[in-house]
């Protein structure tokens, strides 16, 4: 059997694979508690459930036109528009089954052969993968726990060559929680307006904020031309399985992309798009609040916690549904932390490097799916089989 070699080039998201091992142990009856999956437990809000069963009773079933629903694409416009402070036209938004497919058709569209990326490591993985596998080459930036998870700006300026041709920033980040701060993202306006780069700025986690407020790099002059923003509703809503994602992007680019999903996948289903434009309502608002405040008291339980164990050093992050503790005082690698708690404490987590080389030393536990009373049980599970550090 043939395959293309490209294929040899292309990597995976761990989490579902981890996830898949929690579930086997379940069916040979393990009760696992899971912090490997970057997911919510809550429901998806009352008004867009409503306005999804409405759609299918509607017989909104059938084929759209592959960049989206025009309404749908009104209402985001006007979000990214108000949200962002910059002008936005439905002409700009491009509706996906869920966020990844905006990476992919964003690298596809502007990454040839031999072409430069930087991206964060620790990262999202799929950033790397599908550089890689479109050809180009991959510049890992690292994402530092001593600067509160930013990057340092001197290494970003050396990173950049005549290869480079996008770089990919993640606020707020996920593995690690933390957000870009002003000045940050000043030096990526920067450095990608004297370069004429590309950015693909990941904001699916804009709405999960426990502190401080939300900046994006297409607000800042002169950005907004050369931004991808990346969003979708899988986070803010608690809507993983509905598979609804959307990018905002020059107009040019967003006809490239749609023509991309026209290609593949056709087109995001018809009554989920019809759904999602519930979700700037004002009960929606509401029930996305409680889901925060909610979120950030399992965030603190869990990082008190954690700042307890031997030899763990774990910032309190101000976004997202992560915590990224530094391990490295326990003298174990991040495999080796993982392995213990899957098989010992049987609490399924990830090893820091599923994000990257610049995640040994950490894992990452999610607190999205997991109710108090699970991460409590977790904690006492975790103390029992922790090492005593070195």
């Not at 990214?80 to 002008?87: E, F, L, M, Y």
């Not at 530092?144 to 950049?160: C, H, Q, S």
């Not at 309502?281 to 609040?289: L, M």
Request: overall charge negative.
């Amino acid at each position: 059997m043939q395959i293309a070699d490209r294929i040899g080039r292309l990597g995976t998201e761990q989490a579902f694979g981890v996830l898949a091992r929690a579930k086997e142990m379940e069916r040979k009856g393990i009760d696992m508690v899971h912090m490997e999956i970057g997911d919510l437990d809550f429901d998806t809000p009352e008004p867009i459930k409503a306005a999804g069963l409405k759609a299918l009773a509607e017989n909104k079933t059938h084929y759209l036109p592959s960049q989206g629903l025009f309404e749908l694409r009104e209402v985001l416009a006007a979000h990214i528009a108000k949200t962002r402070g910059i002008a936005v036209g439905p002409e700009q938004v491009v509706v996906t089954p869920g966020g990844k497919p905006t990476i992919f058709y964003t690298i596809l569209a502007t990454v040839n052969p031999g072409d430069e990326v930087i991206l964060p490591s620790p990262g999202f993985p799929a950033y790397e993968s599908v550089v890689n596998f479109v050809g180009g080459k991959s510049v890992l930036l690292p994402i530092l726990a001593e600067r509160e998870f930013n990057f340092d700006p001197a290494e970003l300026e050396r990173l950049v060559t005549p290869k480079t041709r996008l770089i990919i920033i993640n606020s707020p980040h996920n593995p690690t929680g933390g957000i870009l701060t002003h000045e940050s993202l000043e030096h990526v306006a920067r450095i990608a307006k004297q370069h004429d780069l590309w950015v693909l700025s990941d904001e699916v986690y804009d709405r999960l904020i426990y502190e401080g407020r939300f900046e994006s790099v297409a607000s800042l002059p002169g950005m907004a031309e050369r931004t991808i923003i990346l969003n979708a509703y899988t986070k803010s809503f608690s809507m993983s399985g509905w598979r609804l994602g959307y990018g905002v992007m020059p107009a040019p680019l967003a006809a490239i992309e749609a023509n991309l999903i026209n290609n593949s996948v056709s087109c995001t289903p018809n009554f989920t798009q019809w759904a999602g434009i519930e979700g700037f309502s004002r009960a929606t608002d509401e029930a996305v609040n409680r889901m925060c405040t909610e979120l950030k008291e399992r965030r603190d339980l869990l990082t008190k916690a954690v700042n307890e164990l031997p030899g763990v050093r774990c910032h309190v992050p101000r976004g997202t549904i992560y915590l990224f503790p530094d391990i490295r005082g326990t003298g174990k690698t991040s495999q080796e932390i993982y392995e213990l708690l899957f098989s010992e404490a049987h609490v399924a987590t990830l090893p820091g490097t599923s994000f990257g080389v610049h995640g040994e030393g950490f894992i990452r536990l999610s607190f999205g799916p997991t109710p108090r009373e699970r991460i409590a049980e977790a904690i006492t599970r975790i103390r029992k089989v922790w090492p005593a550090g070195s």
